[in-house]
């Protein structure tokens, strides 16, 4: 690249102008930038809505009782979104998917067994 104060042609790795110390990256053309899915759209799968609603409801299935019809929630999208992510390469979101199901399952589904022998041991020991 040539400096755009002396003209000297620089490396175009150079950050300054070897010559007259001009920093030459603030006159680089910027790169295109990709736009939506090339960038976010591959982190936050925002065309699969199934997955990214699996993942929250996933997370917060965490909560005791509550996360119990979440994770059934996060369960049922998780696996809508897998079938979302199978036939739709484009939208993404297997994996915020799977973390739903995962979650769903570990968290909420699993919590209903718990609360029963819980309720159970309490039944018993009463
Ligand atoms: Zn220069």
Same mark, same amino acid.
């Given at each position: 690249? +040539?400096?755009?104060?002396?003209?000297?042609?620089?490396?175009?790795?150079? +950050?300054?102008? #070897?010559?007259?110390?001009?920093?030459?990256? *603030?006159?680089?053309? #910027? %790169?295109?930038? *990709? #736009?939506?899915?090339?960038?976010?759209?591959?982190?936050?799968? +925002?065309?699969?809505? %199934?997955?990214? #609603?699996?993942?929250?409801? /996933?997370?917060?299935?965490?909560?005791?009782?509550?996360?119990? %019809?979440?994770?059934? /929630?996060?369960?049922?999208?998780?696996?809508?979104?897998?079938?979302?992510?199978?036939?739709?390469?484009?939208?993404?979101?297997?994996?915020?998917?799977?973390?739903?199901?995962?979650?769903?399952?570990?968290? /909420?589904?699993?919590?209903? %067994? *718990?609360?029963?022998?819980?309720? *159970?041991?309490?039944?018993?020991? /009463?």
């Amino acid at each position: 690249m +040539y400096c755009p104060k002396c003209g000297t042609e620089n490396h175009d790795n150079n +950050y300054q102008c #070897t010559q007259c110390s001009e920093i030459l990256h *603030a006159a680089a053309p #910027t %790169p295109m930038v *990709a #736009t939506g899915d090339g960038t976010l759209g591959g982190l936050i799968p +925002y065309k699969n809505g %199934p997955a990214l #609603t699996a993942y929250y409801l /996933g997370v917060f299935s965490l909560i005791p009782l509550l996360g119990i %019809p979440l994770g059934i /929630g996060a369960l049922i999208l998780g696996i809508k979104g897998l079938r979302m992510a199978r036939d739709h390469p484009e939208v993404k979101g297997k994996v915020h998917a799977w973390i739903g199901v995962v979650a769903g399952v570990l968290f /909420g589904v699993l919590q209903l %067994p *718990a609360i029963v022998a819980w309720v *159970a041991y309490l039944g018993l020991k /009463g």
